[in-house]
Nanobody
Framework: EVQLVESGGGLVQPGGSLRLSCTVS????????MYWVRQAPGKELEWVSF????????GYANLVKGRFIISRDYAKNTMYLQMNRLKTEDTAMYYC????????????RGQGTQVTVSS
């Protein structure tokens, strides 16, 4: 059974940085496209970033482009999201996901890690 475990969330001031991690076990990490998605209170789930199997195809939502960086470490079966210049509107529960359909916003997700950007 595949498990996705996120970590690295927390409280940070506007303009600050955080690095989220997602460790995958029981799956086929090297053959999976991986995603970061988020959900703010009262809002729908939205995709943040994706990275393909070999890390050569990467995409970012416009709201985070230029501030967030996605990467993956195959030796550690771990994906990362470096979040810089954080804004209050980045406050959300962040999930890593695989087998994710960006049209229906469904797939396999972890339990999430909370990111709160506040002064």
């Amino acid at each position: 059974e595949v498990q996705l475990v996120e970590s690295g969330g927390g409280l940070v001031q506007p303009g600050g940085s955080l690095r989220l991690s997602c460790t995958v076990s029981g799956g086929t990490f090297t053959r999976d496209w991986m995603y970061w998605v988020r959900q703010a209170p009262g809002k729908e789930l939205e995709w943040v970033s994706f990275i393909n199997m070999n890390g050569e195809t990467i995409g970012y939502a416009n709201l985070v482009k230029g501030r967030f960086i996605i990467s993956r470490d195959y030796a550690k079966n771990t994906m990362y999201l470096q979040m810089n210049r954080l804004k209050t509107e980045d406050t959300a529960m962040y999930y890593c996901a695989k087998d994710f359909d960006m049209n229906t916003m469904t797939g396999t997700r972890g339990q999430g890690t909370q990111v709160t950007v506040s002064s």
